[in-house]
T-cell receptor
Framework: QQPVQSPQAVILREGEDAVINCSSSKALYSVHWYRQKHGEAPVFLMI?????EQKGHDKISASFNEKKQQSSLYLTASQLSYSGTYFC?????????????FGKGTKLSVKP | NAGVMQNPRHLVRRRGQEARLRCSPMKGHSHVYWYRQLPEEGLKFMVY????????ESGMPKERFSAEFPKEGPSILRIQQVVRGDSAAYFCASSQQRGSNQPQHFGDGTRLSIL
């Protein structure tokens, strides 16, 4: 089942914060987050594994609530360079070989 | 450049022709994944390969599509007798080890256009 991302799109001013959510109807083993700019390759941000862990790098962090089958990506004090489409990719239990199921993406636009 | 290399970046084919897309994984990576992306859509898994083995091809259409990752050389995604609906961006990703706890690093993709 494809994970559901919300919101579909968000517009921010530089310095504002945003939260992007990724929900699945299936139990998850891991959640991967990527950012893709138009016409470019998706760029790996971070992986979260079952156990409700949180991760962060600079002003981008994420959490994974295994019970709720949901992950959230937090962008604080957004910069122009944060613009792009954010995808979550999920894998469930059931002997996943590593292939990911991606959501449809959240388009983030940061304005000056 | 030690990243994932895909070529060509753009490929134009007429209906009925064959398309060959190549992917060289990052140095030290032996696991390759192929994904297809339509405009404004997420990436859809097609196939997962390790050197000389297809591990999971559950996302690949049964007809016209095939993939390989030989002992030497790049991974190849082959589409025979292309149709308009095959137009999409095809991305390859690689990882160092097997498993869904491994980060996948993507190439720049091949944009396939069918006339």
């Amino acid at each position: 089942q494809q994970p559901v991302q919300s919101p579909q799109a968000v517009i921010l001013r530089e310095g504002e914060d945003a939260v992007i959510n990724c929900s699945s109807s299936k139990a998850l083993y891991s959640v991967h987050w990527y950012r893709q700019k138009h016409g470019e390759a998706p760029v790996f941000l971070m992986i979260l594994l079952k156990g409700g862990e949180q991760k962060g790098h600079d002003k981008i962090s994420a959490s994974f609530n295994e019970k709720k089958q949901q992950s959230s990506l937090y962008l604080t004090a957004s910069q122009l360079s944060y613009s792009g489409t954010y995808f979550c990719g999920t894998s469930d239990y059931g002997g996943s070989q590593g292939n990911l199921i991606f959501g449809k993406g959240t388009k983030l636009s940061v304005k000056p | 450049n030690a990243g994932v290399m895909q070529n060509p970046r753009h490929l134009v084919r007429r209906r009925g022709q064959e398309a060959r897309l190549r992917c060289s994984p990052m140095k030290g990576h032996s696991h390759v994944y192929w994904y297809r992306q339509l405009p404004e859509e997420g990436l859809k898994f097609m196939v997962y390969l390790q050197k000389e083995n297809i591990i999971d091809e559950s996302g690949m259409p049964k007809e016209r599509f095939s993939a390989e990752f030989p002992k030497e050389g790049p991974s190849i995604l082959r589409i025979q007798q292309v149709v308009r609906g095959d137009s999409a961006a095809y991305f390859c990703a690689s990882s160092q080890q097997r498993g869904s706890n491994q980060p996948q690093h993507f190439g720049d993709g091949t944009r396939l256009s069918i006339l």
